[in-house]
C-alpha cells in the first residue's frame, strides 16, 4: 500500500512533471488526476485543495474507506468526471451521479453489496440455458446503476449476474460494456437501445444466442462472444463500423454470409469452433488484418480466397490437404499458420508470400517444398517439424535472416548447408547417422538439438560453436566426447544422457560453472563420475548420471 502523499505526488506528476511536493503551491494549476492502480485507504487530503480540478481516475483503485473519499471530492466545485472501481454502486452518493463516467464494479470488500436473486425472482427468470448451473450465488445490478446517466464505461466483470435487466437500455451514452465472465444465460433486447455502444465484451457467459437487437448498434467496434455457446448468429450485417469480431470457442458450424458484408472488419477470431467451411465470398473482406479460423473442421479454403490486407492468418488443427492455387496472392502475409492439417504439397508460386516472417507448417504429409521456398527471405522462424521431409530445396542456405528452424521428427538422414543467421536448429527425431557439417559453420547457434538420431561420434569441430548455450545429444550412439567440448565457454546446459559413454575427456572442467550436465544411462567409467561429483562440489554443476 503506497503512502497517501506519495500516491499525490505521482498522481500530480503526469500533469506537472516538475511539481515540488508539500511546499508547491501549484494546486490552481492542477485540472485533472489518476490514482488509478493504486492501493491507498482512502484519497489524499491535498486533493481538497485542487480546485480546478475537472477530472479524477480512481479506476482500478483499491479504496476502502469511501465516505472519506466522497466528502473529499464533494469539496471540488469543478468536478465534472469521475472514473471508479468500486465494491457497488450503494457507495456512491446520489449527488456525484451525473459524474460518474466509468464505472467498474468489484466486489472486493464483501459481496453482500451486491442484492442476491430471491427465490421468487429466480420463478420468473426466462428460460435458462441448459448450460447454466443454478447456484445461490447470484446477483443482480442494483437499479441505481440505471440513474448513472453520463456513463461511458461499465464494467461488472466476473460478477454472476445470470440475468442483465431490460432498464441496461437506459445508459445510452455507453461507449463499452463489459459483461464478461458473468454466467450470462441470455440478453435482452433492450441492449440494441445502446446507440453510442463501441465496445460489446460478452466473453466467457453461458450464452447460446444473440438478440437480433444486436444489429441496431450501428456505432459498434469491438464484439467479443468468445467462450459461450453459441450455434448460430442473428443478422448482423448492419454493424457497419465493427472492425474487431471475437467468435472463438463457440459451437458454430457455418459462418453466416451477413460476415462478408462487414466491411471494416480488421480482426476475426473464428477459432475453436465446428465449421466446415468459410463462405465463397469471404474475398470481400478487404480489410482484414487478422484471421483466426484455427481449430475447426475446415477441409478446402474458398477458390477465390484472397485479401489485400491480410497480415496474419491462423489455419492450424484443421483437415486441410491443400492450398488454392491464388493463396500466394496474399501478398501481405507475415504470419501463416498451417500446423496440423494434412497439406501434401505446398503451391509451387509460394514464394510470392515475400513478407513471411514467421511460417508454421508443423505436423502435415509434406515430403518436398517448392524451390520458390527460397525466395522468402524476410523468415525469421520456421517450423517443419512432423513432416515426411528428406531434403530441403537448393538454396535454403539464401534464407539469410531465419534465426530459429525446427526440422524435428522427419526423415533428415544429412542436412544441406543452412542459413548462416541461425540461432536456433531442432533436428531431434531424424536419421542422421553424425553431426551435419552445415551444423559447424554457424557461428551464432546458441541452441542446436540432436536427440533421437543414430549420431555415433562428436567430431572436434563441435568447440568452433562458441556461442552455444544449449546442446542436446541424447538418446544417439555416441561413445566417446572431443577434447574440443571444453571450448564451449558460454554453456548453460547439454543434455548427453543414453549413449554408450564410457570416459568423459578430462578437458570438460574447462566448462563454465552452474551448468546442467545430464549423462544418465550412460556407461561411464568410475573416472569419469569422479571428475562430474568434483564439478559439482567445485563449479556447482548440476548433475545427473
Not at 497517501?4 to 511546499?23: D, K, M, R, Y
Not at 457467459?205 to 469491438?222: A, F, G, H, T
Not at 549423462?519 to 567445485?538: C, G, H, P, T, W
Amino acid at each position: 500500500m503506497i503512502d497517501l502523499s506519495e500516491a499525490f505526488h505521482q498522481a500530480v506528476q503526469e500533469q506537472i512533471p516538475n511539481w515540488q511536493g508539500p511546499q508547491d503551491q501549484r494546486y490552481e494549476n492542477i485540472t485533472r488526476l489518476s490514482f488509478a492502480f493504486n492501493y491507498i485507504p482512502v484519497l489524499p487530503r491535498e486533493v481538497e485543495k485542487c480546485t480546478e480540478l475537472e477530472e479524477i481516475d480512481l479506476s482500478n483503485t483499491y479504496i476502502y474507506d469511501w465516505q472519506t473519499t466522497f466528502e473529499i471530492l464533494s469539496k471540488l466545485p469543478k468536478l465534472k468526471r469521475i472514473k471508479l472501481t468500486i465494491p457497488s454502486v450503494l457507495s456512491i452518493p446520489e449527488q456525484f451521479f451525473d459524474k460518474i463516467v466509468h464505472l467498474e464494479i468489484r466486489p472486493y470488500q464483501n459481496e453482500s453489496f451486491f442484492p442476491k436473486v430471491n427465490s421468487l425472482e429466480r420463478e420468473q427468470l426466462p428460460r435458462l440455458s441448459r448450460y447454466v448451473v443454478m447456484v445461490e450465488n447470484f446477483y443482480k445490478l442494483d437499479n441505481r446503476i440505471f440513474k448513472l446517466k453520463n456513463l461511458e464505461y461499465l464494467s461488472v466483470s466476473f460478477v454472476k449476474l445470470l440475468f442483465l435487466p431490460p432498464d441496461i437500455g437506459m445508459l445510452k451514452n455507453l461507449k463499452v460494456l463489459d459483461l464478461s465472465y458473468c454466467d450470462l444465460a441470455e440478453l435482452p433486447r433492450e441492449i440494441g437501445q445502446l446507440e453510442n455502444l463501441e465496445e460489446l465484451k460478452l466473453q466467457y457467459n453461458s450464452l447460446v444466442s444473440l438478440p437480433k437487437e444486436l444489429n441496431n448498434l450501428k456505432r459498434l467496434r469491438v464484439l467479443e462472444v468468445y467462450a459461450n455457446y453459441l450455434m448460430d448468429l442473428p443478422d448482423l450485417s448492419d454493424l457497419s463500423s465493427l472492425e474487431e469480431l471475437y467468435l472463438s470457442s463457440n459451437k458454430l458450424t457455418d459462418l453466416p454470409n451477413f460476415i462478408t458484408k462487414l466491411q471494416q472488419l480488421k480482426i476475426l477470431n473464428l477459432s475453436q469452433n465446428y465449421l466446415r467451411q468459410l463462405p465463397e465470398d469471404f474475398h470481400k473482406l478487404r480489410n482484414l488484418r487478422i484471421l483466426d479460423a484455427s481449430e475447426n473442421k475446415l477441409t478446402t479454403l474458398p477458390v477465390d480466397f484472397v485479401m489485400p490486407s491480410l497480415e496474419e492468418l491462423y489455419l492450424s488443427k484443421n483437415k486441410l490437404s491443400y492450398l488454392p492455387q491464388g493463396f500466394a496472392q496474399n501478398k501481405n502475409l507475415i504470419l501463416l499458420d498451417l500446423s496440423e492439417n494434412q497439406l501434401q504439397n505446398m503451391p509451387e508460386n509460394f514464394g510470392k508470400l515475400y513478407k513471411l516472417v514467421r511460417l508454421e507448417l508443423r505436423s502435415n504429409k509434406l515430403s518436398q517444398l517448392p524451390k520458390s521456398f527460397t525466395q522468402l527471405r524476410h523468415l525469421t522462424e520456421l517450423n517443419l517439424a512432423g513432416n515426411e521431409l528428406k531434403d530441403l530445396p537448393e538454396g535454403f542456405e539464401n534464407l539469410q535472416n531465419l534465426q530459429v528452424l525446427y526440422l524435428a521428427f522427419n526423415r533428415f538422414k544429412d542436412l544441406p548447408r543452412l542459413p548462416k543467421s541461425l540461432s536456433k536448429l531442432v533436428a531431434s527425431h531424424n536419421l542422421l547417422d553424425r553431426i551435419p557439417e552445415s551444423v559447424f559453420g554457424l557461428s551464432l547457434l546458441s541452441e542446436l538439438f540432436l536427440d533421437y538420431n543414430r549420431i555415433k561420434q562428436v567430431p572436434p569441430q563441435i568447440g568452433e560453436l562458441r556461442n552455444l548455450i544449449t546442446l542436446f545429444l541424447n538418446h544417439n550412439q555416441i561413445k566417446q566426447l572431443p577434447p574440443e567440448i571444453s571450448k564451449l565457454s558460454n554453456l548453460y546446459e547439454i543434455n548427453l544422457s543414453e549413449n554408450p559413454i564410457k570416459k568423459l575427456p578430462p578437458q570438460i572442467e574447462a566448462l563454465p560453472e552452474n551448468i546442467y550436465f545430464y549423462i544418465v544411462k550412460a556407461q561411464l567409467d568410475e573416472e569419469s563420475k569422479e571428475l562430474l561429483r568434483r564439478m559439482k562440489k567445485q563449479k556447482y554443476w548440476i548433475v545427473a548420471f
